[in-house]
Nanobody, 124 residues
Framework: QVQLVESGGGLVQAGGSQRLSCAAS????????MAWFRQAPGKERDFVAA????????NYADSVKGRFTISNDNAKNTVYLQMNSLKPEDTAVYLC?????????????????WGQGTQVTVSS
């Protein structure tokens, strides 16, 4: 099993940048495909980005492609989400997730482990 803890959320102005971190403990993060999802109030949990175990493959939602970058540092057992050119519609709770599958799936129900989330608020 793996435990996931997100950090780095907060309030940022539109056009600004923010970096989220997801620290894994227990089993190594490199044993899983890791992903970021987000959920706004009253809305479904949406896929943001995923990264393979080695970091060689990534997958992004169209809404964040070109603005967000997912990366991992297996030595630190941490996955990051660098968010640039933020928009008010990016406001949500951002959650880190891990799956034992090999595919960079966008389906939240296929992820086995979840963090508690970190709030990101983008002001206009």
């Amino acid at each position: 099993q793996v435990q996931l803890v997100e950090s780095g959320g907060g309030l940022v102005q539109a056009g600004g940048s923010q970096r989220l971190s997801c620290a894994a403990s227990g089993r190594a993060a490199s044993s899983y495909v890791m992903a970021w999802f987000r959920q706004a109030p009253g809305k479904e949990r949406d896929f943001v980005a995923a990264i393979s175990r080695t970091g060689s493959r990534t997958n992004y939602a169209d809404s964040v492609k070109g603005r967000f970058t997912i990366s991992n540092d297996n030595a630190k057992n941490t996955v990051y989400l660098q968010m640039n050119s933020l928009k008010p519609e990016d406001t949500a709770v951002y959650l880190c997730a891990a799956t034992s599958l090999s595919a960079l799936t966008r389906v939240p129900t296929l992820y086995n482990y979840w963090g508690q989330g970190t709030q990101v608020t983008v002001s206009s």
